[in-house]
């Protein structure tokens, strides 16, 4: 059968979205980058936000012609939204034959099947999975950067704004030599770059091997050239893991470190389990032990405005902690109400118009530190990995390359032609807030010293 699946939100969906190909891949079905010849179309939903989940809802009602024609069978939800949402899918949905929630992702072939033999709705919702420890088959048909891989699942947080607790269930790591396996057989495909992924990826334990082991472990596997990793909790950060990003030879350095708030009143609020005096001591100590610190190093975050309850002066904390950090990018939010949190029952919710407002403050401030940080690296040589080509009207090609620190260089129309993985020297040219630019330096011609790692 023909399938087409569609994922929204995180890495984990993108993640799990591959795994489903690898299964059904492997029991002989077929995906097709065409809506109007899948049978099974799949959507891997999120539920982070209110926003996500409208979108999805849209997305199935333009669907709905495809069933009409009769050329889609079957149109399946997954993912958080699937698991949050459950049975009452179905009924809002009259159409939609499949929903599942994130731990059903071992047990797609079966539910297809199931779907084969008449029954409808199937419905798999019963949250943990129970395939963890299996590598499952890659089924990457070209080589397309950021390529994840799950080190663990689930979280034991329960941060009092966030749905994922209850959509991915508690914490679980998968063994070390599953993992290994994955990663090993990701290499053999071409891959010189993995990400590896978990809501907190750094409460990673399995026995005795915990996160820094883990990088150790992956740092060595022949043929890997880089390796990264998201999302880091601060309340699992150690000094142990901060020396590994610095000092393992792959392991990239750079540090996505969500701080969510400059306030410990709304930290607190959050249930987040640190203060900004944690998080200011992690920030110091990672940055401390680079020797140009904004030049070999990245640091960036997440953060959301209008908690329940923020007020004006915990919103300026909040902005006095960025100018200290100075991270080098964020993911800037406006809360959004996730109805079975207990934030979401807060009396106290901050309104629509104050959020905005913030919300514009904040990345006005964010881009301007942004901008200042990349200009230290104007001049500056450094390697880069391809990762995406395109064809600018005007500028002609222009390839987006990252830097180790996690940066995008943009190439504009270069001499060489590269392919997605190539690998090269780059010096920096000029920058935005967003991006660098730079040119090719295969000759070594220039003279600036080799500043970044
Ligand atoms: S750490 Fe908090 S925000 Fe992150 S997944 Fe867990 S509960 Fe959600």
Known sequence: M??????????????????????????????????EEAELILLNTCAIREGA???????????????????LKYLGVCGCMGQKEGERLTRDVPFLDLVMGPGAIGSIVRLVDALER????????????DDFDEVYPVADEEIVYPRFLSIMKGCDKKCTYCIVPYTRGPERSRDPQILLQEAESLVQKGYKEITLIGQTVN??????VHFPKLLEMVNQIAGLKRIRFATSHPNS????MLDAIATLDHVCEHLHLPVQSGSNRVLAEMDRNYTREDYLEITR?????????????????????????ETEEDFEQTL??????????????????????????????????????????????????????????????????????????KQGRVYEARLRTG????????????RVGDMFDVIITDCSSYSLYGNPDHDGSNPKQLEIA
């Not at 984990?12 to 995906?31: C, I, R, T, W």
């Not at 989940?53 to 050329?71: A, M, N, P, T």
């Not at 409808?120 to 999975?129: F, K």
């Open 2 to 35: 023909k399938y087409y699946i569609q994922s929204f939100g995180c890495q984990m969906n993108v993640y799990d979205a591959k795994s489903m190909m690898g299964l059904l891949n492997e029991a002989g079905h077929e995906s097709t980058s065409h809506l």
């Open 53 to 71: 989940e409208q979108r999805v809802r849209g997305r199935i009602g333009q669907l709905k012609k495809y069933k009409d024609r009769g050329s």
């Open 118 to 129: 008449g029954n409808r709705p199937v419905l798999d919702l019963h949250g943990i999975d």
């Open 203 to 208: 409460s990673y334990h399995f026995g005795d």
């Open 237 to 240: 950060v150690t000094h142990e």
């Open 285 to 309: 100590y990672f940055r401390s032990r680079f020797k140009a610190p904004l030049i070999q190093s990245t640091l960036t975050t997440d953060i959301i405005v209008g908690f329940p309850g």
């Open 320 to 393: 006095d902690l960025i100018r200290s950090v100075r991270f080098d990018g964020a993911f800037m939010f406006k809360y959004s109400p996730r109805r079975g949190t207990p934030a979401a029952e807060m009396e106290n919710q901050v309104d629509d118009f104050t959020k905005a407002r913030r919300l514009e403050r904040l990345i006005q401030l964010q881009q301007q530190i942004a901008g200042e940080n990349n200009r230290w690296l104007i001049g500056q040589k450094a390697e880069v990995m391809v990762e995406r080509v395109s064809h600018h009207p």
């Open 407 to 418: 940066r995008i260089v943009k190439l504009i129309n270069p001499e060489i032609e590269y």
